[in-house]
């Protein structure tokens, strides 16, 4: 029996270790080849530990146990060349694409009397430029394949609003609509493209985000815009490694333009 994305080639953003190493193990394992890129070092903004070669390597390890062919890279997703480069040469080792995953992203947490210009812009660069910079080097190849599925991880906060996040939640509601606009453009060349929106999810970059203890004690009354209505505080990578399998496979074959949760509830609260 084949695997879900048999044959095919999966360019995947922020592949070094959380989402984005469980998306690469999971699409590997169900037959893809994968060319996994990261940035390997600070952002600029972070307040937690960063993604280091060693995890990338890692990763490499895991996709290559599996029997899979796998290309990676050290590309910051601000840099619109160096992940066209990243995409072009993985395509011209693995001979093809067709799926995109544009995961990589950064969170801070601060009041909105706290956020920085350079906060503001790193977040806005990093998650929603970058975001369009790893789509738009990955569309020609699909159209060149035939066609083709990409996914782009925005997040609850790309569909409520919650205190404390509002570079994040800016840039996580701008994929939406980029999304649904190039859904529109490129469905002529059967390439679909959605989104996913996790709740919180047990990975290195939750946590060691910190700092919601404190910002909770100080305003008692925000805590509940954060409680999933499952009786889980987090969700684990495998369960958006699940969904994105589904929409990039023949088993979403006709769902495009779509903001899929995998949220424990939260945004029906």
């Given at each position: 029996m084949t695997g879900r994305v048999e044959g095919k080639v999966a360019f995947i953003t922020g592949a070094a270790?959380?989402?984005?190493?469980?998306?690469?193990?999971?699409?590997?394992?169900?037959?893809?080849?994968?060319?996994?890129?990261?940035?390997?070092?600070?952002?600029?903004?972070?307040?937690?530990?960063f993604a280091t070669p060693a995890d990338l390597e890692e990763t490499k390890r895991q996709?290559?146990?599996?029997?899979?062919?796998?290309?990676?890279?050290?590309?910051?997703?601000?840099?619109?060349?160096?992940?066209?480069?990243a995409?072009?040469?993985?395509?011209?080792?693995?001979?093809?694409?067709?799926?995109?995953?544009?995961?990589?992203?950064?969170s801070t947490l601060n009041r909105w009397d706290e956020v920085s210009e350079k906060v503001w812009q790193d977040t806005i660069d990093i998650n929603l430029t970058g975001v369009w910079n790893t789509l738009v080097a990955g569309v020609?190849?699909?159209?060149?394949?035939?066609?083709g599925a990409m996914v782009a991880t925005s997040s609850t906060l790309g569909i409520v609003g919650r205190p404390f996040f509002a570079p994040y939640a800016a840039s996580k509601h701008?994929?939406?609509?980029?999304?649904?606009?190039?859904?529109?453009?490129?469905?002529?060349?059967?390439?679909?493209?959605?989104t996913v929106h996790p709740t919180g999810v047990d990975t290195p970059m939750l946590q060691g985000l910190g700092?919601?203890?404190?910002?909770?004690?100080?305003?008692?009354?925000?805590?509940?815009?954060?409680?999933?209505?499952?009786?889980?505080?987090?969700?684990?990578?495998q369960d958006i490694s699940n969904a994105i399998l589904y929409?990039?496979?023949?088993?979403?074959?006709?769902?495009?333009?779509?903001?899929?949760?995998?949220?424990?509830?939260?945004?029906?609260?």
């Open positions: 270790r959380g989402q984005g190493r469980s998306h690469a193990v999971t699409l590997a394992a169900e037959g893809a080849d994968i060319i996994a890129v990261d940035i390997c070092a600070p952002s600029g903004s972070d307040s937690y530990v996709v290559a146990a599996l029997g899979r062919r796998v290309v990676t890279a050290h590309v910051d997703v601000r840099d619109k060349q160096g992940v066209q480069a995409v072009d040469a993985g395509v011209a080792e693995l001979g093809r694409l067709d799926i995109v995953l544009a995961n990589a992203g950064i020609p190849h699909l159209i060149a394949a035939g066609g701008g994929i939406v609509g980029l999304v649904k606009s190039l859904a529109n453009e490129l469905a002529k060349h059967n390439i679909r493209i959605n700092g919601m203890p404190g910002l909770l004690e100080k305003e008692p009354d925000m805590a509940p815009l954060f409680l999933n209505a499952l009786p889980i505080d987090l969700v684990e990578a929409l990039v496979s023949d088993s979403g074959r006709y769902i495009t333009g779509v903001q899929l949760p995998i949220d424990a509830g939260l945004t029906i609260r």
